[in-house]
């Protein structure tokens, strides 16, 4: 595969549910990122890793919580979420001194 | 802070008809420009990117030049087809303690008919 992979594709959790989701790249990239991307709301930038470091955490609720392992895989730890989480969650990736950030197809995730 | 400002959709249009789809930045420092499109069901892909005023950055028929003296980096294609139908995200970026950050506007969804 190329490109940016996220899976599932699509989600469907409790509130009390614990679950994952994965995003890999295959571009060589040292920086990743997390975005949410909800209905008529600007695409919102949750959390950056460089070179497997948190460099940026915008004030996430601790509910959501960012893993990665190594420059081409990234996670997103997820419990006790709310419906108001229901949306589209993006990966993203980019060289550490490139301009340019690749996306994967995304994550549908519905909170019930 | 830095931030992207672009017009609000949706925007309707015809087959072949004219697209201009406004963008303005402000932001501290110089910033690259970036067009982003988004097709139903799928994650963002880069359109085209301007990283220097005047530049201008062109793909699949789409063009956008990189103007400081107005802050803009609007949107424009000639002649729009069915397949161009999605949303629009202009953006920029700054470098940030090593790792860049992308600051987006707010999407304009097109719709072309044939």
């Known amino acids: 595969e190329t490109g940016v992979t996220q899976t599932p594709r699509h989600l469907v959790m409790g509130m009390t549910n614990k679950k994952s989701l994965k995003c890999e790249q295959h571009l060589g990239h040292n920086a990743m990122y997390w975005y949410k991307q909800s209905a008529k709301k600007p695409l919102e930038l949750m959390f950056v890793?460089?070179?497997?470091?948190?460099?940026e955490n915008n004030s996430v609720p601790s509910r959501f919580s960012p893993e990665c392992p190594n420059s081409s895989h990234l996670f997103l730890h997820l419990h006790t979420l709310q419906p108001e989480d229901s949306a589209l969650y993006l990966c993203?990736?980019?060289?550490?001194?490139?301009?340019?950030?690749?996306f994967g197809p995304g994550t549908r995730l519905t909170v019930t | 802070g830095d931030s992207v400002t672009q017009m609000e959709g949706p925007v309707t249009l015809s087959e072949e008809a004219f697209l201009t789809i406004n963008c303005t930045y402000t932001a501290t420092g110089y910033p690259s420009l970036f067009w982003y499109v988004q097709y139903p069901g799928e994650g963002l892909q880069l359109l085209l990117k301007?990283?220097?005023?005047?530049d201008k950055g062109s793909n699949k028929g789409f063009e956008a030049t990189y103007r400081k003296e107005t802050t803009s980096f609007h949107l424009e294609k000639g002649s729009v087809q069915v397949s161009d139908s999605a949303v629009y995200f202009c953006a920029l970026t700054l470098p940030q303690g090593g790792s860049e950050k992308l600051v987006f506007g707010k999407g304009t969804k097109l719709t072309v008919n044939p």
């Open positions: 993203a990736s980019s060289l550490k001194t490139s301009y340019e950030q690749y």
């Open positions: 301007a990283t220097k005023a005047d």
């Open positions: 890793y460089n070179f497997k470091e948190q460099t």
